[in-house]
T-cell receptor, first 114, second 113 residues
């Protein structure tokens, strides 16, 4: 059973460009969470999605950030007009249901904005 | 809101030394508690968990006990190995409708041979 997959693993963008980060949850998991890890810090929750629904986006910045989890295909975290402060590691996690606290994490996408 | 406070690192130990990483939390009700480990360049792996007071989570020689009275979940290992070198994160998941994990800032552990 493949784990949570994220791609790309490393992404370099210039200021003002768009970044798209993809996450494929574990097989059978329909709940996806995105977290951001700034240098020397712990992970901060961004958004929680189920298929075709955003359940909780309380951790998402109000502007430039959006997320989706379509019926088919991976979950996408999209950052428009990136700035240097967006440089971070972005981790996706999945769980089989929303009730369990056990989330399985992907390897992360390390975004660098130049 | 919920929060997790972890012992600041970095922590450097010799092989076979005893390890304690302190973790305390603030949350409404009785959250579930977790320790995750992150090896260099990788994502987080669940190390152990406890879902109610006095539960002891254990895995790979690591242990942590859910202490409601002190709101703590300290991580311990009796004899560390070089391969235990990693960053350790304490986390909680609240009992309410929120499903996300709240993490501490992480503790970098380096074990020297």
């Amino acid at each position: 059973n493949a784990g949570v997959m994220q791609n790309p693993r490393h992404l370099v963008r210039r200021r003002g460009q768009e970044a798209r980060l993809r996450c494929s949850p574990m097989k059978g998991h329909s709940h996806v969470y995105w977290y951001r890890q700034l240098p020397e810090e712990g992970l901060k929750f961004m958004v929680y999605l189920q298929k075709e629904n955003i359940i909780d986006e309380s951790g998402m910045p109000k502007e430039r950030f959006s997320a989706e989890f379509p019926k088919e295909g991976p979950s996408i975290l999209r950052i428009q007009q990136v700035v240097r402060g967006d440089s971070a590691a972005y981790f996706c996690a999945s769980s089989p249901t929303g009730e369990t606290g056990e989330q399985y994490f992907g390897p992360g996408t390390r975004l660098t904005v130049t | 809101g919920d929060s997790v406070t972890q012992m600041e690192g970095p922590v450097t130990l010799s092989e076979e030394a005893f390890l304690t990483i302190n973790c305390t939390y603030t949350a409404t009700g009785y959250p579930s508690l977790f320790w995750y480990v992150q090896y260099p360049g990788e994502g987080l792996q669940l190390l152990l968990k406890a879902t109610k007071a006095d539960d002891k989570g254990s895995n790979k020689g690591f242990e942590a006990t859910y202490r409601k009275e002190t709101t703590s979940f300290h991580l311990e290992k009796g004899s560390v190995q070089v391969s235990d070198s990693a960053v350790y994160f304490c986390a909680l998941r609240g009992r309410g409708s929120a499903r996300q994990l709240t993490f501490g800032s992480g503790t970098q552990l380096t074990v020297l041979p």
